[in-house]
């Protein structure tokens, strides 16, 4: 297979019964807190609480902002006419009588608080009620933090989402872990793995040449209207296109190749009347110069030419796994699926062939692991097991 998109687990169909398993019993986790993410109900949330010291004092408290801008004026008085006494802003409790004044141009978090009671086995039908209220304000997340303000806060997710910072992500389907269907391929490669960018290497002709002899091609003095340019950038930063380019600080052939960033350069440009011009701007880069013509040329001669500049790089999003961040992070043993098809065949093999999963999951996956196996057991015996899934079918 000539198709780039075409891996050994895509043509020998593993890859399609592994989207499968994966989106049947696989579990999702939050990318920066790695916590589960899962749907609790009241009543498990109630048990959670009651787990706690008897006589602790604690409080219940529905966030209602969450680290946002502004003065939040309206909503703390909405929060008072609704009933609420007591708000927690910024960490502080406060009374919404007398709510402090936020700054304009700060963050702040504002969680009201629902109810305020000591542990004790008898708060079950009181504890529920205020925990739908908390989470009819809130969207779905509960915090239960001790009145002191010492100790271990606990935060309860309604949602299917991360209870620390609300991370959540849709149902899982396959098609979230298909690389060729834009639900599940990164957005930086488009689920090709692999980034092109124009590589100094390949630019740069001969580095032991100064920029005026032809160091980079299409940059030297024969091309007068881009070593103008050189010229004026030159000028400014005090280096000498006369020098070979090996011999040029770093930091000179960084802004050479990649550009001064925001800093503004005074170009001169001398026409063929020998009028002088006069811009100030930003100097883009050699290598940002070259990426826009490629991307913006109509010429098929022109992008030929540039293309030899060209080199490949595993993507910088995706760290060449193919897949978006929400499939990247779900696991089944503690194991995800860009890991799996690392793994060589034979690895794979036993990874499945020592899998045990429980209950329900143990049922759904049943089916869907006897072809993985048969498959994979197939390619070990046709001496194929040193390969891995991941590996291009073009090699």
Known sequence: SHNPRSTVGTITE?????????????????????????????SQMVDKVLELPEGSKMMLLAPIVKERKGEHVKTLENLAAQGFIRARIDGETCDLSDPPTLELHK??????????????????????????????????????????????????????ACPQC???????????FSFNNPAGACGTCDGLGVQQYFDPSRVIQDDSLSLAQGAIRGWDQKNYYYFQMLTSLADHYGFDLHAPFNSLPKKTQDVILKGSGRTEIEFKYINDRGDI????????????????????????????????????????????????????????????????????????????QTLKLEGQRAQIAEKVMKEI????????????????????AET
């Not at 593993?14 to 109900?41: I, K, M, N, S, W």
């Open 166 to 176: 609300g991370y959540s992500m849709q149902e899982l389907e396959p098609r979230l």
């Open 373 to 392: 196996n048969d498959r994979l057991q197939f390619l070990v015996n046709v001496g194929l097991n040193y390969l891995n899934l991941s590996r291009s």
């Open 14 to 42: 593993v890859y399609d019964y592994l989207r499968l398993l994966y989106a049947r019993v696989g579990e999702p986790r939050c990318p920066t807190h790695h916590a589960p993410l899962a749907a609790q109900t009241v």
């Open 277 to 352: 011009r006069v811009k100030r701007h930003p100097f883009e880069g050699i290598l940002n110069t070259l990426e826009r013509r490629y991307r913006d040329t109509e010429s098929n001669s022109v992008r030929e030419e540039l293309a030899k500049y060209i080199s490949t790089k595993s993507c910088s999003s995706c760290g060449g796994t193919r897949l978006r961040l929400e499939a990247r992070n779900v696991f089944i043993a503690d194991t995800t699926l860009p890991e799996i098809v690392e793994l060589s065949i034979a690895d794979a093999l036993t990874f499945f």
């Open 107 to 160: 963050k702040h978090t504002i969680e009201v608080v629902v109810d305020r009671f000591k542990v004790r086995p008898d708060l079950q039908q009181r504890l529920a009620e205020s925990f739908e209220t908390t989470l009819e304000l809130s969207g779905g997340i509960a915090v239960i933090a001790p009145m002191d303000g010492d100790g271990e806060e606990i935060i309860f997710s309604a949602n299917f």
